[in-house]
């Protein structure tokens, strides 16, 4: 099935504490076909809005272009040292492809590890040019989504990591932002890791336990309860927990 990874989990291990304070182990074992499906899918961000359910409350939603995803290759172990699908979004026009870009000619290529592909017999889950789109998720899914979040430029100390700044009396003077002292008489150095002014945001953020509340398959379209990080229009990896 497209849009789908493969885990296999054919042995599982739990611990138990019993009533007198010992530790009991407990195997358990499934059959070779027993697998948990995880989907995945690349989306554009569109903006926040928000609905209203069945008793009225207010939902606030981030309406997320979710695919359509086309399988463009799938690495393998023997060949490739590990095993991924790679996928691409956004078709490019004809005289927007580069000599480099013909055979995967799309705007955005991501590759999703996928420990278990194969099936019993030994057949491929996925093959290069599947179609994969929002109807893989359904409304209570939960997902988890990463993006590039929003670029703040440089920042403070009280912006960037919420230091509280100086007294606003008894002989502070311009400096009721600024950092204050930065190391100590030993070792005469600025110690690595320093919670300093700096250039803020534009980082890789990955939001769990995001609840799908709304599937427009006709449209691509997925509305997920609350806020996802980035601008309009961040590329989005969208997984399914």
């Known amino acids: 099935m497209p849009g789908f990874q493969l885990i296999d989990y054919r042995k599982l291990t739990l611990y138990i504490i019993t009533a007198f304070g010992r530790k009991r182990k407990i195997n358990f074992s499934f059959p070779s076909s027993f697998v948990i499906m995880v989907k995945f899918i690349l989306g554009k961000k569109i903006e926040m809005s928000q609905i209203f359910d069945e008793k009225g409350n207010v939902i606030p939603v981030t309406l997320v272009e979710a695919g359509p995803c086309y399988v463009t290759q799938i690495k393998v172990k023997d060949k490739d040292k590990y095993e991924s699908v790679q996928i691409g ?103 690595k890791g320093r919670k300093m002014p700096g250039r803020m945001g534009a980082e890789r953020v990955t939001v769990k336990n995001l609840k799908i509340v709304k599937v427009d398959v006709e449209n691509n379209l997925i509305a997920v309860k609350g806020a996802i990080p980035g601008r309009r229009g961040t590329l989005l990896e969208i997984r399914g927990e």
Do not use: C, M
């Open 89 to 191: 979004f956004e078709k490019l026009k004809d005289k927007k492809i580069k000599k480099s870009q013909k055979k995967k000619p799309y705007r955005y290529l991501r590759e999703f590890r996928a420990s278990e592909q194969r099936t019993e017999n030994g057949e491929q889950k996925l093959g290069v040019g599947d179609k994969i789109d929002a109807s893989i998720f359904g409304e209570g899914d939960k997902v988890k989504i990463a993006g590039i979040s929003k670029g703040k430029g440089f920042a403070g100390g009280v912006k960037r990591w919420g230091f509280h700044g100086q007294t606003a009396t008894h002989g502070t003077k311009h400096e009721e932002r600024t950092i204050g002292s930065i190391g100590s008489a030993f070792p005469q150095r600025v110690i």
